[in-house]
Structures are given as structure tokens and as C-alpha cells.
């Protein structure tokens, strides 16, 4: 494709890219281990395999920085990794990982639990849906839980390089119904770290929230 000088396309070839620092500075596996940090927290909740670590290393353009896998399961710990010295971004294991023994299941739950209901820095939580789907109850559960205990959170609808514009057309209508009650959720937002739609947008919410601070 040719660009004219004046496109936006080829104008931001030019503009350098604001490099991100992030570094893990802590993780927890016990709710006793959860730090005390003074500084905001934005968390990144949902299914196991949604895509939640794939969508941090994402947002700082850094990609390893989360471990991610093609199977269930691999973040394990409540992971906490400080950006630009200003905030902090929590990876959390996801829910409902079938493959664990039940025991393992039910700690990982309390510990997420625990975390998102009573942390009293954490000013906003990603929660993602995989856009292929209908919402499951782990999905719908954790809509409840941020309503009931007063915590803004945005829906990413994830992966959506892997459906058709009118399927994804359809899950924002699904998911605007299904909340239009609801008073902490801030926005939807689909999303695919394959095609990068949708990384500038959750990039923007994490500004301006940081702004009100
Ligand atoms: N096609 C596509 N694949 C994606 C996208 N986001 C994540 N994936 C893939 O989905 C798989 C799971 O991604 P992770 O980021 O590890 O998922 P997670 O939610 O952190 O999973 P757990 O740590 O197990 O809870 C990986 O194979 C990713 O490459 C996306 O937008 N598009
Ligand atoms: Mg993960």
C-alpha cells in the first residue's frame, strides 16, 4: 500500500513509540504474600486461557514479559508488575482451570477472590471474555462479584482476530444487553493481540484512569 505524506498511517511511522518499563516486583501464591504497594493497580481477571498475560506483555510492548501458553493454567501466581515507576498491573491465574486437582482449583479461587474484593488500590480490573463464546457463569459470576463489591471494570472481548465482523457485532450486542444494568462498568472493549485492535483503546482507559487518581 502507498501512503501520502498527510495519511495519519504514514505520519505515525514517524512518530517513535514511548518505550515501556515493567518489571515483575512481586508474586503471591498466599493471600498473606499479596504486598503492600502505595501505588494504583489495574488487574487483568478472567477464564484460564483467555488471554489475559498475552494482553499485558501487549499493552507495554514487552513480549515475554508475562508467560503465556497455548494451554490452561500458566500463570499460577497473583503476578505484580510495576510500569513506568507510576503504577502497578496485576496478572492473575485464571479461573476455573479444569486440569488442576480440585483442591488446587478452590485456592486459586479464594486467593483471586480475595484479591479483587478487598484490595483497596486496585482502581480498575480488565475483565476478559473470549469473543468466540457466550459468556460462561465464571464470566457472569465475575460481573456480579465486581458489581456487588463496587469495582470498575471494562470487558475486553478477547481473540477477536478468530471471528467474522458480524459474530462479533452480535457478542458486543449480547454483552451490552446483558449489562446494561450494571453501574460500574466503564466500557467493552474487543480486542485481538494478533491484530492489535483494541490495544491503543484499553491503553487510553488505563490513562485516563490513572489521571483521576
Ligand atoms: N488468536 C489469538 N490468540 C490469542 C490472543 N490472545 C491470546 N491468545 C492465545 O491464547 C493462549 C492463552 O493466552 P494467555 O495469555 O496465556 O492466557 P491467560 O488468560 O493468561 O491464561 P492462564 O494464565 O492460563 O490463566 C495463548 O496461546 C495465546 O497466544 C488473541 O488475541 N488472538
Ligand atoms: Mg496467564
Known amino acids: 500500500m502507498k501512503y501520502k505524506p498527510l495519511d495519519i498511517v504514514y505520519l505515525r511511522k514517524f512518530m517513535p513509540m514511548k518505550q515501556i518499563n515493567a518489571k515483575l516486583i512481586s508474586s503471591a501464591i498466599e493471600i498473606n504474600q499479596i504486598p503492600n504497594i502505595n501505588m494504583p493497580e489495574i488487574a487483568f481477571a478472567g477464564r484460564s486461557n483467555v488471554?489475559?498475560?498475552?494482553?499485558?506483555?501487549?499493552?507495554v510492548r514487552i513480549p515475554n514479559l508475562a508467560r503465556t501458553s497455548s494451554t490452561p493454567g500458566k500463570t499460577r501466581l497473583l503476578n505484580f508488575y510495576l510500569i513506568d515507576s507510576k503504577f502497578v498491573l496485576v496478572d492473575l491465574p485464571g479461573f476455573?482451570?479444569?486440569?488442576?486437582?480440585?483442591?488446587?482449583?478452590?485456592?486459586?479461587?479464594?486467593?483471586?477472590?480475595?484479591?479483587?474484593?478487598?484490595?483497596?488500590?486496585?482502581?480498575?480490573?480488565?475483565?476478559?471474555?473470549?469473543?468466540?463464546?457466550?459468556?460462561?457463569?465464571?464470566?457472569?459470576?465475575l460481573i456480579e462479584l465486581f458489581e456487588n463489591s463496587n469495582k470498575n471494570y471494562a470487558i475486553v472481548?478477547?481473540?477477536?482476530?478468530?471471528?467474522?465482523?458480524?459474530?462479533?457485532?452480535?457478542?458486543?450486542?449480547?454483552?451490552s444487553e446483558l449489562t446494561k444494568y450494571c453501574k460500574k462498568?466503564?466500557?467493552?472493549?474487543?480486542?485481538?493481540?494478533?491484530?492489535?485492535?483494541?490495544?491503543?483503546?484499553?491503553?487510553?482507559?488505563?490513562?485516563?484512569?490513572?489521571?483521576t487518581e
Do not use: C, M
Not at 51 to 59: A, D, E, R, V
Not at 157 to 175: A, S
Open 51 to 59: 488471554g489475559k498475560s498475552t494482553l499485558l506483555n501487549k499493552l
Open 185 to 211: 462498568i466503564i466500557e467493552i472493549i474487543p480486542h485481538s493481540s494478533k491484530t492489535d485492535e483494541g490495544t491503543r483503546q484499553i491503553r487510553g482507559i488505563i490513562k485516563k484512569i490513572l489521571s
Open 157 to 175: 472481548l478477547t481473540k477477536t482476530d478468530k471471528i467474522t465482523g458480524n459474530l462479533l457485532y452480535q457478542r458486543l450486542e449480547q454483552i
Open 96 to 141: 476455573g482451570y479444569a486440569s488442576v486437582s480440585k483442591k488446587d482449583r478452590t485456592h486459586w479461587t479464594k486467593l483471586n477472590l480475595y484479591y479483587l474484593q478487598n484490595r483497596e488500590n486496585l482502581k480498575l480490573i480488565f475483565s476478559l471474555i473470549d469473543s468466540r463464546h457466550d459468556p460462561t457463569e465464571i464470566d457472569l459470576s
